[in-house]
């Protein structure tokens, strides 16, 4: 290998040559090391700022952070129209929706006395929170779990698993969790109460009611309107 080549070691994921300054990064894992092997000032430079930004927009789940790929066209068009409908309803309310990028610290706690370190283990960027609490807005992002959390499917989120999600959030106390499916056009909701939630399906054009504002419905047929 030249010392213009560089190996990208991902724990958990695949080993690349990268001649000529481009860094392939196939699978998408675990990022809890990445250690360059052969590398000139260039490359360590460029190296350098592409970790840093994987890092800064990268879930960290237990302590092992995720490089996710960015959105598409579609996938943003739904989270914007989802958040609009929820921003209006929400006028003059106390709860907040904030779309991603936006950190959300699962299972922060605020010990007494003591300085917050940000070194919590599980850090998410769910594509849209409500929030009611304002004690939970903190400057850096969200201190503890969202009351609504909505999770729009896509190629690189898959490989966390959905099903991990759905747990992480139930366990951490988000009250109401969606899940859209972007190419079937279809959304999948979980309203926690009680022991068991309680699980609805719609489709567009329907009218998907939001357990924790009564009374309130996001139209799916302008959720899944713009099909890019």
């Known amino acids: 290998m030249s010392g213009r080549a560089v190996d990208f070691i991902l724990s958990g994921g695949q080993c690349h040559d990268a001649p000529q300054g481009r860094l392939l990064m196939e699978t998408v894992g675990p990022l809890e090391e990445a250690v360059p092997l052969v590398m000139d000032r260039a490359y360590e430079d460029n190296l350098t700022r592409r970790t840093a930004q994987i890092l800064k927009f990268s879930p960290l789940i237990h302590g092992a952070a995720y490089a996710m790929s960015a959105p ?48 919590d283990d599980t850090v998410v960027q769910p594509d849209i929170s409500v ?52 190419n079937n056009k279809t959304l999948k909701t979980h309203l926690f109460v009680g022991g068991k939630p309680d699980v609805q399906i719609y489709a567009a054009p329907d009218k998907a009611e939001v357990g924790i504002f009564p009374g309130f419905s996001v139209d799916l047929a302008l959720v899944f309107a713009e099909d890019v």
């Not at 690189?156 to 951490?172: P, Q, V, W």
Request: charged residues 25%; contains cysteine; aromatic residues 8%.
């Open 131 to 182: 929030i009611c609490g304002r004690e939970k807005l903190g400057p850096e992002g969200c201190r503890g779990a969202p009351d609504m959390v909505v999770e729009i499917l896509s190629p690189s989120n898959t490989a966390i698993g959905m099903e991990d999600k759905f747990h992480l959030y139930r366990d951490a106390g988000v009250r109401e969790y969606w899940l859209v499916d972007p």
């Open 72 to 119: 598409n066209t579609y996938h943003q068009l739904i989270q914007m129209e989802i958040s609009r409908q929820i921003a209006n309803y929400l006028v003059g309310k106390p709860c907040k929706v904030i779309s991603a990028p936006y950190d959300v610290r699962l299972f922060y706690e605020e010990a007494p006395d003591v300085e917050d370190d940000g070194s």
